[in-house]
Nanobody, 126 residues
Framework: QVQLVESGGGLVQAGGSLRLSCAAS????????MGWFRQAPGKDHEFVAAIDGSGSSTRYADSVKGRFTISRDNAKNTVDLQMNSLKPEDTAVYSCAATRDWAYSRSISSGIYGYWGQGTQVTVSS
């Protein structure tokens, strides 16, 4: 079991930056791969980024590649999402998720993640 709590959302102007953090409970954090997903009003849940348990493998959605960076600190049980060059279309509720079923090919699928945080709002103004 793992519980996830996101923080760091807010309002930022286009071109600005935000850093989201997800804190996990439990003593086996490194055994979980982590993902970030987002959902904008009226749109489907969308994969953003994922990282394996060791932090050695990452994957990004094409829409955020080169602008967002996912990282983790297993000593602190946290996974972060650094978001740079933000665009209005990045506006959404961002949620972190955890899975023990890591496979690079499946990492974009929300269905493999069994644990979810409550989400944090990111709003980018134009």
């Amino acid at each position: 079991q793992v519980q996830l709590v996101e923080s760091g959302g807010g309002l930022v102007q286009a071109g600005g930056s935000l850093r989201l953090s997800c804190a996990a409970s439990g003593r086996t954090f490194s055994s979980y791969a982590m993902g970030w997903f987002r959902q904008a009003p009226g749109k489907d849940h969308e994969f953003v980024a994922a990282i394996d348990g060791s932090g050695s493998s990452t994957r990004y959605a094409d829409s955020v590649k080169g602008r967002f960076t996912i990282s983790r600190d297993n000593a602190k049980n946290t996974v972060d999402l650094q978001m740079n060059s933000l665009k209005p279309e990045d506006t959404a509720v961002y949620s972190c998720a955890a899975t023990r079923d890591w496979a690079y090919s499946r990492s974009i699928s929300s269905g493999i993640y069994g644990y979810w945080g409550q989400g944090t709002q990111v709003t980018v103004s134009s």
